[in-house]
């Protein structure tokens, strides 16, 4: 005889306290976090899983974490059969659950009268992890030189941490005591979760709970299985240019692109996103495991099949997506190939490949494409007003694209990312760096019936004493793509112009040194246009004209349209 199912009001009571207790992780970290990436810019993402590792609920956070945060508390669910009340673990391994070393995953049990309920997890990027690089963001060409590699670690035992344990990370890291800070972060709002399902359990029993958490997930996979039902079947492909992995041949000033394929299979209530023929793994840090870029996958395909955000993220959306690519492809990495860009650059880029594969398919229901790029720049040395190290890490906006009935969005994380902009103030409070530009990129929105959205492009000074830089950016090579007749954003643009005077483009990827007084430049893409340009409404246009999104000359060549007709 089957199980009983929750009475509907309660399912629906439960299900929510678990998403508000997600949600509440994330307050209690922003909260109490040290490092600007963490407590203004949002850089992670807290959940609750079951006891096998399923996630049950996420909070508002970041998609780019949806395919590999289950994976993370499996490694300890593998790792620690004898897991305990008072247990606190700690890994980031990308080839055990992982994604890229900075992002860091702290996982608490959650137990009531003995009975172990699941998990609370929280991954957080750590703006620092070691290496040889400040931000730990070198152009390296094995795991081993991208910095301090956790397995799944037993960090603290009875709800008190291992000292042995936090020196040896501590010991790798060039800002300690603001990584103390984030690490404590991270177990109390792992701990504000675990508490959160343990009064849940407490108010309507152990076995209730965990059957709620069960028909939750049951729940997402029947939503997410009738939302794909409702798109039309069909088989498409589509293959992206990407700009490089950082590593640069002897005798080479550009780096060598390479080439991601994917085909998507939708038939009834399933979907196989399959990348055979996609290049094997490049030498530097582009190769992606494949839970990142399932993630990008997941993403894109949420965004598509529930624009209206009306299933719950977790681990029963997944089940009717798989996805499949070559071990040893870059997108499919295998130990020691590196990682730590691909974690971000190749999620963003295989959702914007979803969409474009999707618009054979479904095209009302897909965008242009989007920056395709967290567009990271990393400073780290000695700050001259306290002689402490120091390191920042930003991620840049850029344009969100645009949709069949809506232009895209100006200066916003798109897609996989949702973080917030880091406000100038907080950048020049915390760091040796003067923001000089903020501003929006006039004509980086493709043109089309409805235009993309713009990127940003901000200027920093280094002041007093040099700093090590990195940049780590896609999109400099191939724009964000147009549909249906609309034309492509603009692409990245990175430059550095030292005191001397003499500007040069940087690289896509890669470190480089920052003199005192130098000025860094980073112009995160644009995003592609939707339609024919030649159909978008004159006042639209004008409205576009007066805001600075486009300049009078980007009106003529590419709306064919003369702005001086409208006064």
């Not at 000074?461 to 191939?478: F, G, K, N, P, Y």
């Amino acid at each position: 005889m089957a199980a009983p199912k929750t009475d509907p009001a309660r399912f629906e009571v439960v299900k929510n306290a678990l998403y508000a207790a997600a949600e509440e992780m994330k307050i209690v970290l922003a909260k109490t976090a040290y490092s600007p990436l963490l407590k203004v810019a949002g850089d992670y993402s807290c959940g609750l899983f079951d006891a096998i590792g399923d996630m049950v609920a996420q909070g508002p956070d970041l998609p780019i974490h949806l395919g590999s945060m289950p994976d993370a508390v499996r490694a300890v669910v593998r790792a620690f059969p004898d897991v305990r009340p008072g247990d606190v673990f700690i890994h980031n391994d990308p080839y055990d659950g992982g994604s890229h070393l900075p992002d860091v995953n702290v996982v608490a049990p959650a137990y009531h009268a003995g009975v172990l309920l699941g998990f609370g997890c929280v991954r957080a990027h750590w703006p620092d992890i070691g290496s040889a690089s400040p931000g730990s963001y070198g152009a390296v060409t094995e795991i081993y030189g991208e910095g301090l590699r956790l397995p799944p670690i037993r960090l603290y035992r009875d709800g008190k941490p291992d000292p042995s344990i936090e020196a040896i990370i501590f010991a790798n890291v060039r800002t300690p005591a603001e990584r103390l800070g984030d690490l404590r972060a991270q177990v109390a709002a792992c701990w504000r979760g675990t508490q959160r399902m343990a009064e849940l359990a407490a108010k309507y029993g152990t076995e209730e709970l965990l059957r709620i958490m069960t028909e939750v997930l049951d729940y997402s996979e029947t939503m997410m299985r009738a939302a794909l039902r409702a798109l039309p079947d069909g088989e498409a492909t589509f293959e992206d240019v990407f700009d490089g992995d950082g590593v640069l041949n002897p005798g080479e000033t550009e780096d060598e692109t390479f080439t991601v394929k994917l085909r998507l299979i939708k038939r009834g209530d399933t979907i196989v996103a399959d990348f055979a023929g996609s290049d094997p793994a490049v030498a530097g840090p582009m190769n992606a495991p494949l839970t990142v870029t399932a993630s990008g996958v997941f993403c894109a395909l949420k965004m598509i099949a529930d624009s209206g955000s009306l299933i719950p993220p977790n681990s029963g959306c997944w089940r009717p997506v798989t996805v499949t690519a070559p071990p040893g492809s870059v997108v499919n990495a295998q130990h020691p190939s590196p990682v730590v860009y691909a974690n971000h650059e190749m999620s963003h880029r295989v959702a914007d490949m979803v969409m474009a594969a999707m618009f054979r398919i479904s095209p009302a229901t897909v965008m242009a494409g989007s920056q395709g790029t967290s567009a990271v720049i990393t400073f780290g040395g000695s700050d001259y007003r306290s002689g402490d190290r120091f390191v920042s890490y930003e991620s840049v906006k850029g344009g969100f694209g645009a949709r069949p009935v809506k232009d895209g969005i100006n200066a916003v994380a798109s897609t996989v990312s949702n973080m917030s902009n880091t406000p100038i103030e907080i950048i020049e409070m915390s760091f040796p760096l003067r923001v000089e530009e903020y501003a929006l990129v006039p004509d980086s929105g493709g043109a089309g019936r409805y235009r993309g959205g713009l990127g940003v492009r901000r200027t920093w000074r280094v002041l007093e004493r040099q700093a090590m830089a990195s940049v780590c950016c896609e999109r400099t090579v191939t724009p964000p793509f147009g549909l249906d007749g609309g034309l492509p954003g603009a692409p990245a643009v990175a430059t550095l112009t030292p005191p001397s005077g003499n500007t040069r483009t940087l690289t896509s990827k890669g470190g480089f040194l920052a003199p005192a007084g130098s000025l860094v430049v980073l112009e995160a893409p644009g995003s592609g246009g939707y339609g024919d340009p030649r159909e978008r409404d004159p006042a639209a246009l004008s409205e576009d004209l007066l805001d600075g999104y486009v300049t009078p000359a980007a009106a003529r060549r590419d709306y064919g349209f003369d702005p001086v007709e409208t006064a």
